[in-house]
């Protein structure tokens, strides 16, 4: 007998959609948030927080990105490129310090964080063995222009002070601020270039035996090398002579190491870092944005990097394994910082 079958395909039709809706979220979860997608970050001409720029760039790797190598640049070509989205993001941004960028390119470039706060400590240093000497202790203890002469560089009479480099816009108002409105224009010459190549040389100078005075923070390479309170001292200031924006928020810092009192009036407000991004590619990533706003460290764990550079661990192979260091110590919080990453895009 010729049996006469009928196949009807709706039944299986509707198997099948179970099948695929059920699983969909299977396959979803297994595409990274960044896949298919290349980020370009930078970092400053300064490398005491390339370590933690590189910590970032390995948590965007960890969210699926293709991650460029950071292209080095001045403050001013960072903030630039990132509002041109040439540059996507860069961990070493600085409040106070940068603000005058932030203010240029609001529109484009967001800060995004704190990812440490309390960051550096930051202002003016003398040598200790010429402050001892001489009972310095205050910066306006330069308009004495006998004091000012034992910084005398050029033979002009003035204090040549290593200032910020010429494009830190929000550090060199500071500083000139300071200068003008505490009478030492007549007395102190802020001596300005490169900044690490200035430093450098003073640190020179010191190891000859010669006075130095120096804006600068801690940590850093010099201040790392010359420590507070054994090679250098800060200079307080009896009038902290800020820019109006920046006096409400000021106060006397407290354990300040190289510091006659305790707290101490450097005369400059401490840092805070934040990660500057592209306004427009972050509303375009939420799990980026995520991580960014999890993500933090403290300041001992930047000092105890920058002391490995100093010890001769500077390379870049050195610096991504100090990364990898600190995540490994990290591990359950970064993995949670990755993990809520990945579910602000469900």
């Not at 529109?107 to 930051?122: H, K, S």
């Not at 920046?246 to 006397?252: C, D, E, N, V």
């Amino acid at each position: 007998m010729k049996m006469n079958m009928k196949f009807n395909s709706k039944p299986l039709a509707a198997c099948l959609s179970v099948l695929i809706a059920t699983a969909a979220p299977s396959w979803a979860n297994d595409v990274l948030p960044g896949e298919g997608k290349t980020v370009q970050p930078a970092r400053p001409n300064w490398d005491s927080f390339w370590f933690g720029q590189k910590i970032v760039d390995i948590g965007m790797e960890r969210l699926g990105y293709e991650v460029k190598a950071p292209m080095t640049l001045t403050s001013a070509a960072i903030f630039t490129s990132i509002s041109q989205n040439d540059i996507q993001y860069t961990a070493d941004t600085i409040l106070p310090n940068h603000s005058a960028y932030y203010e240029e390119t609001k529109g484009d470039v967001i800060a995004v964080g704190p990812i440490m706060d309390p960051g550096t400590v930051q202002g003016y240093m003398v040598d200790k063995v010429t402050a001892d000497k001489y009972n310095i202790r205050y910066l306006e203890d330069l308009k004495d222009p006998e004091i000012a002469k034992l910084f005398d560089q050029d033979g002009d009479g003035k204090a040549d002070m290593i200032g910020p480099s010429v494009g830190w816009k929000g550090s060199n108002a500071v500083a000139t601020k300071h200068l003008k409105d505490l009478g030492l224009e007549d007395t102190v010459h802020m001596v300005q270039g490169e900044y690490n190549t200035l430093a450098a040389d003073a640190a020179g100078r010191y190891a000859s035996g010669d006075p130095i005075f120096i804006y600068t923070w801690y940590p850093n390479s010099t201040t790392m090398k010359l420590k507070p309170g054994v090679d250098l001292v800060w200079l307080q200031l009896h009038d902290a002579a800020l820019p109006e924006d920046q006096m409400a928020q000021y106060k006397p810092l407290p354990d300040v190491d190289g510091c006659a009192d305790n707290p101490c009036n450097v005369g400059w407000l401490p840092t805070v870092y934040y990660i500057g991004v592209n306004k427009e590619w972050a509303a375009e990533n939420p799990a980026a944005m995520s991580f960014f706003n999890s993500f933090e460290m403290v300041l001992n764990d930047r000092a105890e990097q920058n002391v490995k550079m100093q010890n001769g661990e500077g390379r870049e192979e050195d610096i991504a394994r100090h990364a990898q260091a600190w995540i490994d110590a990290h591990e359950e919080k970064f993995n949670a910082w990755i993990e809520t990453a990945k579910a602000a895009v469900q």
